[in-house]
Protein backbone atom coordinates (compact mmCIF):
# COMPACT_ATOMS: atom_id res chain seq x y z
CA UNK A 1 0.00 0.00 0.00
CA UNK A 2 3.03 2.63 0.49
CA UNK A 3 3.93 2.15 -2.86
CA UNK A 4 0.82 2.68 -4.15
CA UNK A 5 0.09 5.47 -1.96
CA UNK A 6 3.50 7.28 -3.53
CA UNK A 7 2.47 6.84 -7.09
CA UNK A 8 -0.79 8.13 -6.49
CA UNK A 9 0.95 11.11 -5.03
CA UNK A 10 2.86 11.48 -7.87
CA UNK A 11 0.58 10.99 -10.46
CA UNK A 12 -2.07 13.17 -8.96
CA UNK A 13 0.14 15.81 -8.52
CA UNK A 14 1.78 15.62 -11.71
CA UNK A 15 -2.02 16.03 -13.19
CA UNK A 16 -2.96 19.10 -11.15
CA UNK A 17 0.52 21.04 -11.64
CA UNK A 18 -0.49 20.30 -15.43
CA UNK A 19 -3.55 22.39 -14.99
CA UNK A 20 -1.90 24.74 -13.17
CA UNK A 21 0.79 25.38 -15.31
CA UNK A 22 -1.92 25.71 -18.26
CA UNK A 23 -3.49 28.28 -16.24
CA UNK A 24 -0.12 29.61 -15.36
CA UNK A 25 1.45 29.94 -19.19
CA UNK A 26 -2.31 31.30 -20.11
CA UNK A 27 -2.08 34.28 -18.59
CA UNK A 28 1.53 34.96 -19.14
CA UNK A 29 0.62 35.05 -22.59
CA UNK A 30 -1.88 37.69 -22.52
CA UNK A 31 0.14 39.40 -19.93
CA UNK A 32 -1.35 39.20 -16.81
CA UNK A 33 0.37 38.86 -13.49
CA UNK A 34 0.80 35.77 -12.06
CA UNK A 35 1.41 36.73 -8.13
CA UNK A 36 2.55 32.81 -7.19
CA UNK A 37 3.06 29.12 -8.64
CA UNK A 38 3.21 26.85 -6.16
CA UNK A 39 4.01 23.45 -5.76
CA UNK A 40 1.66 21.36 -2.99
CA UNK A 41 -0.07 23.57 -0.48
CA UNK A 42 0.74 25.63 2.41
CA UNK A 43 2.49 26.14 4.11
CA UNK A 44 5.57 27.00 2.71
CA UNK A 45 8.31 25.21 2.54
CA UNK A 46 10.45 27.93 0.27
CA UNK A 47 9.76 30.65 -1.90
CA UNK A 48 12.02 32.30 -4.38
CA UNK A 49 10.59 35.40 -6.38
CA UNK A 50 11.48 35.82 -9.83
CA UNK A 51 10.49 38.59 -11.94
CA UNK A 52 6.14 39.36 -10.68
CA UNK A 53 5.71 35.73 -9.23
CA UNK A 54 6.75 33.85 -6.55
CA UNK A 55 7.41 30.09 -6.79
CA UNK A 56 6.91 27.67 -3.87
CA UNK A 57 7.58 25.04 -2.21
CA UNK A 58 4.83 23.50 0.02
CA UNK A 59 4.49 20.79 2.55
CA UNK A 60 1.43 19.39 1.35
CA UNK A 61 2.84 17.06 -1.03
CA UNK A 62 -0.60 16.99 -3.56
CA UNK A 63 -0.70 19.09 -6.62
CA UNK A 64 -0.15 22.81 -6.68
CA UNK A 65 -1.81 25.93 -7.40
CA UNK A 66 -1.42 29.50 -9.41
CA UNK A 67 -2.68 32.40 -7.93
CA UNK A 68 -3.50 34.97 -10.76
CA UNK A 69 -4.14 38.84 -10.18
CA UNK A 70 -8.24 39.38 -10.22
CA UNK A 71 -8.99 35.68 -10.72
CA UNK A 72 -11.87 36.24 -8.48
CA UNK A 73 -13.17 39.84 -9.61
CA UNK A 74 -11.57 43.18 -8.29
CA UNK A 75 -8.55 45.15 -9.52
CA UNK A 76 -10.52 45.90 -12.56
CA UNK A 77 -8.48 48.94 -12.44
CA UNK A 78 -5.04 47.34 -12.60
CA UNK A 79 -4.04 46.47 -16.63
CA UNK A 80 -2.16 42.84 -15.68
CA UNK A 81 -5.78 42.26 -13.72
CA UNK A 82 -7.21 38.83 -15.37
CA UNK A 83 -10.90 40.77 -13.92
CA UNK A 84 -10.08 43.95 -16.33
CA UNK A 85 -9.39 41.10 -19.47
CA UNK A 86 -12.68 40.88 -21.73
CA UNK A 87 -14.35 37.46 -22.24
CA UNK A 88 -12.32 35.92 -24.35
CA UNK A 89 -8.96 36.58 -23.16
CA UNK A 90 -10.65 35.30 -19.76
CA UNK A 91 -11.91 32.22 -21.48
CA UNK A 92 -8.62 31.65 -22.70
CA UNK A 93 -7.12 31.25 -19.74
CA UNK A 94 -10.02 29.64 -17.47
CA UNK A 95 -9.79 26.68 -20.37
CA UNK A 96 -6.37 26.60 -20.87
CA UNK A 97 -6.16 24.35 -17.54
CA UNK A 98 -9.04 21.62 -19.08
CA UNK A 99 -7.06 21.98 -22.25
CA UNK A 100 -3.23 20.47 -20.72
CA UNK A 101 -5.43 17.73 -18.89
CA UNK A 102 -6.79 16.86 -22.17
CA UNK A 103 -3.19 17.18 -24.06
CA UNK A 104 -1.31 14.77 -21.34
CA UNK A 105 -4.55 12.31 -22.18
CA UNK A 106 -4.31 12.53 -25.87
CA UNK A 107 -0.65 12.00 -25.88
CA UNK A 108 -0.25 8.85 -22.78
CA UNK A 109 -3.36 7.36 -24.60
CA UNK A 110 -1.80 7.88 -28.25
CA UNK A 111 1.46 6.38 -26.91
CA UNK A 112 -0.05 3.18 -24.77
CA UNK A 113 -2.50 2.04 -27.64
CA UNK A 114 0.33 2.33 -30.28
CA UNK A 115 2.90 0.23 -27.79
CA UNK A 116 0.04 -2.34 -27.91
CA UNK A 117 -0.72 -2.66 -31.07
CA UNK A 118 -2.91 -0.18 -32.10
CA UNK A 119 -5.70 -1.68 -29.53
CA UNK A 120 -6.85 -1.85 -25.90
CA UNK A 121 -9.67 -2.66 -23.85
CA UNK A 122 -12.33 -0.72 -21.81
CA UNK A 123 -14.69 -2.94 -19.48
CA UNK A 124 -18.29 -1.89 -19.76
CA UNK A 125 -21.00 -1.46 -16.95
CA UNK A 126 -24.09 -0.91 -20.24
CA UNK A 127 -24.83 -2.26 -23.47
CA UNK A 128 -22.30 0.72 -25.57
CA UNK A 129 -20.91 1.34 -29.02
CA UNK A 130 -18.10 3.58 -28.91
CA UNK A 131 -18.26 5.95 -32.06
CA UNK A 132 -14.39 5.61 -32.97
CA UNK A 133 -12.26 2.37 -33.95
CA UNK A 134 -13.52 -1.21 -34.13
CA UNK A 135 -14.90 -2.87 -31.32
CA UNK A 136 -15.43 -6.55 -30.54
CA UNK A 137 -17.00 -7.28 -27.00
CA UNK A 138 -16.26 -10.31 -25.27
CA UNK A 139 -17.29 -11.33 -21.81
CA UNK A 140 -15.21 -11.06 -19.33
CA UNK A 141 -14.04 -12.90 -15.37
CA UNK A 142 -14.87 -10.26 -12.49
CA UNK A 143 -14.00 -12.70 -10.03
CA UNK A 144 -13.47 -16.24 -9.36
CA UNK A 145 -15.03 -18.51 -6.64
CA UNK A 146 -13.25 -20.31 -4.22
CA UNK A 147 -13.30 -23.90 -4.78
CA UNK A 148 -14.63 -23.74 -8.13
CA UNK A 149 -14.02 -25.23 -11.70
CA UNK A 150 -12.68 -22.44 -12.95
CA UNK A 151 -10.00 -21.57 -9.76
CA UNK A 152 -8.82 -25.55 -10.23
CA UNK A 153 -8.72 -24.79 -13.82
CA UNK A 154 -6.85 -21.72 -13.73
CA UNK A 155 -8.93 -18.90 -14.75
CA UNK A 156 -7.95 -15.48 -13.70
CA UNK A 157 -9.65 -12.37 -13.05
CA UNK A 158 -9.36 -10.08 -16.26
CA UNK A 159 -9.85 -13.37 -18.43
CA UNK A 160 -11.72 -12.48 -21.84
CA UNK A 161 -13.82 -15.68 -23.45
CA UNK A 162 -12.83 -15.69 -26.92
CA UNK A 163 -15.11 -19.32 -27.92
CA UNK A 164 -16.75 -22.27 -25.74
CA UNK A 165 -16.25 -25.64 -27.76
CA UNK A 166 -14.95 -23.36 -30.42
CA UNK A 167 -18.00 -20.98 -31.06
CA UNK A 168 -17.50 -17.14 -30.35
CA UNK A 169 -19.29 -15.75 -27.87
CA UNK A 170 -20.06 -12.03 -27.73
CA UNK A 171 -22.56 -11.12 -24.72
CA UNK A 172 -22.33 -12.02 -20.84
CA UNK A 173 -25.62 -13.33 -21.49
CA UNK A 174 -24.52 -15.63 -24.30
CA UNK A 175 -21.77 -17.05 -22.03
CA UNK A 176 -23.82 -17.53 -19.06
CA UNK A 177 -26.28 -19.32 -21.10
CA UNK A 178 -23.68 -21.51 -22.80
CA UNK A 179 -22.18 -22.63 -19.06
CA UNK A 180 -25.79 -23.80 -18.18
CA UNK A 181 -26.71 -25.47 -21.05
CA UNK A 182 -23.15 -27.07 -20.82
CA UNK A 183 -23.77 -28.30 -17.04
CA UNK A 184 -22.13 -31.69 -15.91
CA UNK A 185 -19.91 -31.67 -19.39
CA UNK A 186 -16.59 -30.87 -20.18
CA UNK A 187 -15.97 -27.13 -22.18
CA UNK A 188 -12.93 -26.14 -23.79
CA UNK A 189 -12.72 -22.43 -23.30
CA UNK A 190 -10.44 -20.49 -25.51
CA UNK A 191 -9.55 -17.45 -23.44
CA UNK A 192 -7.22 -14.31 -23.59
CA UNK A 193 -6.66 -12.40 -20.69
CA UNK A 194 -6.86 -8.40 -21.05
CA UNK A 195 -4.05 -7.15 -19.14
CA UNK A 196 -1.26 -9.87 -19.70
CA UNK A 197 -2.34 -11.26 -23.52
CA UNK A 198 -1.78 -14.54 -22.28
CA UNK A 199 -3.49 -17.07 -24.77
CA UNK A 200 -4.42 -20.41 -22.80
CA UNK A 201 -7.20 -22.91 -23.55
CA UNK A 202 -8.47 -25.08 -20.85
CA UNK A 203 -10.95 -28.22 -21.06
CA UNK A 204 -13.00 -27.61 -17.57
CA UNK A 205 -15.75 -30.40 -16.13
CA UNK A 206 -19.12 -27.86 -15.46
CA UNK A 207 -20.56 -28.97 -12.75
CA UNK A 208 -23.99 -29.35 -11.93
CA UNK A 209 -27.10 -27.67 -9.43
CA UNK A 210 -24.75 -25.06 -8.27
CA UNK A 211 -25.57 -21.60 -6.87
CA UNK A 212 -22.81 -20.33 -7.56
CA UNK A 213 -23.13 -21.59 -11.57
CA UNK A 214 -21.74 -24.25 -13.52
CA UNK A 215 -18.24 -22.68 -13.55
CA UNK A 216 -18.06 -20.29 -10.80
CA UNK A 217 -17.18 -17.13 -11.93
CA UNK A 218 -18.53 -13.40 -12.33
CA UNK A 219 -18.99 -12.54 -15.79
CA UNK A 220 -19.19 -8.97 -17.51
CA UNK A 221 -18.12 -7.54 -20.58
CA UNK A 222 -15.05 -6.17 -22.01
CA UNK A 223 -14.53 -4.94 -25.59
CA UNK A 224 -11.43 -4.72 -27.87
CA UNK A 225 -11.00 -1.12 -29.43
CA UNK A 226 -8.51 -1.39 -32.02
CA UNK A 227 -7.37 0.98 -34.41
CA UNK A 228 -6.66 -0.13 -37.87
CA UNK A 229 -6.84 2.38 -40.58
CA UNK A 230 -3.88 4.39 -41.12
CA UNK A 231 -6.07 7.74 -40.23
CA UNK A 232 -6.66 5.41 -36.85
CA UNK A 233 -3.18 4.90 -36.31
CA UNK A 234 -2.27 8.14 -37.06
CA UNK A 235 -5.11 9.49 -34.41
CA UNK A 236 -4.90 7.06 -32.22
CA UNK A 237 -4.54 9.77 -28.91
CA UNK A 238 -6.80 11.89 -29.91
CA UNK A 239 -9.51 9.09 -31.23
CA UNK A 240 -9.57 7.33 -28.26
CA UNK A 241 -9.66 10.36 -26.16
CA UNK A 242 -12.74 11.02 -27.69
CA UNK A 243 -13.90 7.69 -27.03
CA UNK A 244 -13.41 7.56 -23.47
CA UNK A 245 -14.77 10.80 -23.31
CA UNK A 246 -17.64 9.98 -25.18
CA UNK A 247 -18.41 6.64 -23.12
CA UNK A 248 -18.11 8.98 -20.34
CA UNK A 249 -20.35 11.25 -20.18
CA UNK A 250 -22.65 8.04 -21.70
CA UNK A 251 -21.90 6.88 -18.13
CA UNK A 252 -22.89 9.03 -16.40
CA UNK A 253 -26.48 9.89 -18.46
CA UNK A 254 -27.18 5.30 -18.10
CA UNK A 255 -26.35 5.74 -14.16
CA UNK A 256 -28.66 8.62 -13.30
CA UNK A 257 -31.34 7.28 -15.56
CA UNK A 258 -31.12 3.74 -14.29
CA UNK A 259 -31.10 6.07 -10.54
CA UNK A 260 -34.42 7.46 -11.78
CA UNK A 261 -36.10 4.58 -13.16
CA UNK A 262 -35.62 2.80 -9.82
CA UNK A 263 -35.90 5.29 -7.28
CA UNK A 264 -32.42 4.50 -6.22
CA UNK A 265 -29.55 6.65 -5.60
CA UNK A 266 -27.44 3.81 -5.56
CA UNK A 267 -26.43 3.03 -9.42
CA UNK A 268 -25.42 6.66 -9.79
CA UNK A 269 -23.10 7.06 -5.88
CA UNK A 270 -21.68 3.37 -6.22
CA UNK A 271 -20.02 4.84 -9.36
CA UNK A 272 -18.62 8.11 -8.12
CA UNK A 273 -15.08 7.85 -6.91
CA UNK A 274 -12.65 9.91 -5.13
CA UNK A 275 -9.10 10.26 -3.76
CA UNK A 276 -9.96 7.27 -1.79
CA UNK A 277 -10.92 5.01 -4.75
CA UNK A 278 -8.33 6.16 -7.14
CA UNK A 279 -6.37 5.10 -4.11
CA UNK A 280 -7.79 1.68 -4.37
CA UNK A 281 -7.67 1.73 -8.20
CA UNK A 282 -3.82 2.12 -8.21
CA UNK A 283 -3.43 -0.38 -5.65
CA UNK A 284 -5.05 -2.90 -8.01
CA UNK A 285 -3.43 -1.31 -11.28
CA UNK A 286 -0.20 -1.57 -9.73
CA UNK A 287 -0.41 -5.39 -10.32
CA UNK A 288 -0.99 -5.08 -13.79
CA UNK A 289 2.56 -3.45 -14.53
CA UNK A 290 3.61 0.04 -15.81
CA UNK A 291 1.30 0.16 -19.08
CA UNK A 292 -1.84 -0.12 -16.58
CA UNK A 293 -0.28 2.54 -14.01
CA UNK A 294 0.18 5.00 -17.26
CA UNK A 295 -3.24 4.43 -18.53
CA UNK A 296 -4.58 5.28 -15.48
CA UNK A 297 -2.72 8.89 -15.31
CA UNK A 298 -4.20 9.29 -18.80
CA UNK A 299 -7.57 8.37 -17.31
CA UNK A 300 -7.44 10.53 -14.69
CA UNK A 301 -5.93 13.60 -16.59
CA UNK A 302 -8.85 13.12 -19.03
CA UNK A 303 -11.30 12.90 -15.39
CA UNK A 304 -9.61 16.30 -14.05
CA UNK A 305 -10.50 18.48 -17.58
CA UNK A 306 -14.39 16.43 -17.71
CA UNK A 307 -14.84 17.50 -14.17
CA UNK A 308 -13.60 21.23 -14.49
CA UNK A 309 -15.09 21.88 -17.71
CA UNK A 310 -18.94 21.26 -16.42
CA UNK A 311 -20.74 23.96 -15.19
CA UNK A 312 -20.51 23.70 -11.57
CA UNK A 313 -19.67 26.33 -8.92
CA UNK A 314 -15.90 27.16 -8.33
CA UNK A 315 -14.21 25.24 -10.83
CA UNK A 316 -13.28 26.36 -14.18
CA UNK A 317 -16.67 25.22 -15.99
CA UNK A 318 -18.40 27.37 -13.55
CA UNK A 319 -16.79 30.56 -13.92
CA UNK A 320 -16.87 29.73 -17.36
CA UNK A 321 -20.65 30.70 -17.49
CA UNK A 322 -20.39 34.04 -15.94
CA UNK A 323 -17.63 34.66 -18.36
CA UNK A 324 -20.25 33.36 -21.29
CA UNK A 325 -22.74 35.90 -19.27
CA UNK A 326 -20.55 38.71 -19.38
CA UNK A 327 -19.85 37.89 -23.42
CA UNK A 328 -23.63 37.72 -24.23
CA UNK A 329 -24.88 40.73 -21.97
CA UNK A 330 -21.67 42.69 -22.42
CA UNK A 331 -21.82 43.30 -18.92
CA UNK A 332 -20.78 41.77 -15.87
CA UNK A 333 -22.50 39.34 -13.79
CA UNK A 334 -22.79 40.99 -10.16
CA UNK A 335 -19.51 40.67 -7.94
CA UNK A 336 -21.40 39.77 -4.81
CA UNK A 337 -24.17 37.49 -6.21
CA UNK A 338 -20.99 35.52 -8.40
CA UNK A 339 -18.64 35.67 -5.24
CA UNK A 340 -21.65 33.82 -3.27
CA UNK A 341 -22.42 31.42 -5.98
CA UNK A 342 -18.92 30.25 -5.77
CA UNK A 343 -18.71 30.00 -1.80
CA UNK A 344 -21.71 28.28 -1.69
CA UNK A 345 -20.42 25.63 -4.87
CA UNK A 346 -17.11 25.31 -2.97
CA UNK A 347 -18.65 23.88 0.11
CA UNK A 348 -21.17 22.12 -1.77
CA UNK A 349 -18.21 20.23 -3.58
CA UNK A 350 -16.42 19.84 -0.21
CA UNK A 351 -19.51 17.86 1.67
CA UNK A 352 -19.79 16.16 -1.64
CA UNK A 353 -15.86 15.25 -1.10
CA UNK A 354 -16.93 13.65 2.21
CA UNK A 355 -19.62 11.70 1.24
CA UNK A 356 -17.49 10.12 -1.40
CA UNK A 357 -14.81 9.22 0.85
CA UNK A 358 -16.79 7.51 3.26
CA UNK A 359 -18.10 5.87 0.78
CA UNK A 360 -14.86 5.03 -0.84
CA UNK A 361 -13.47 3.86 2.42
CA UNK A 362 -16.44 1.28 3.19
CA UNK A 363 -16.49 -0.06 -0.80
CA UNK A 364 -12.69 -0.05 -0.67
CA UNK A 365 -11.61 -1.00 2.71
CA UNK A 366 -10.72 -4.55 1.50
CA UNK A 367 -8.44 -3.61 -1.30
CA UNK A 368 -7.00 -0.62 1.23
CA UNK A 369 -5.88 -2.47 4.13
CA UNK A 370 -3.75 -4.81 1.91
Known amino acids: MILAIIVFILIFSFLVLGHELGHFLAARKIGVKV??????FPPKIWGKKIGETEYTVNWIPFGGFVKILGEDRGEEANKESL???????????????VAFNFLIAII????????????????????YEFPFGDQTVYPAINYVVENSPAEGAGIETYDMILAVNGEEVNSAVEFTDLTKANAGNEVLFSILNAQTQEEKELTILLRVDSEEGALGVGVSEISELSYNSLGGKIFAGPLHTANITHLTFSAL???????????DISPLSDNLTG????????QLTLAGGAWQVFYLLAAISLALAIMNIL???AV????????????????KFPERTEHWINVIGFYALLFLFFLITIKDIVQFKDILIK
Request: net charge negative; glycine share 16%; charged share 15%.
Open 253 to 263: GHLIQTSVDEG
Open 275 to 282: PVGILAMT
Open 35 to 40: EEFGIG
Open 83 to 97: SSRGPGQKAFVLLSG
Open 108 to 127: VFGLLVSINGFKTYQSQIFE
Open 311 to 313: PIP
Open 316 to 331: DGGRMVFVLYEAIFKR
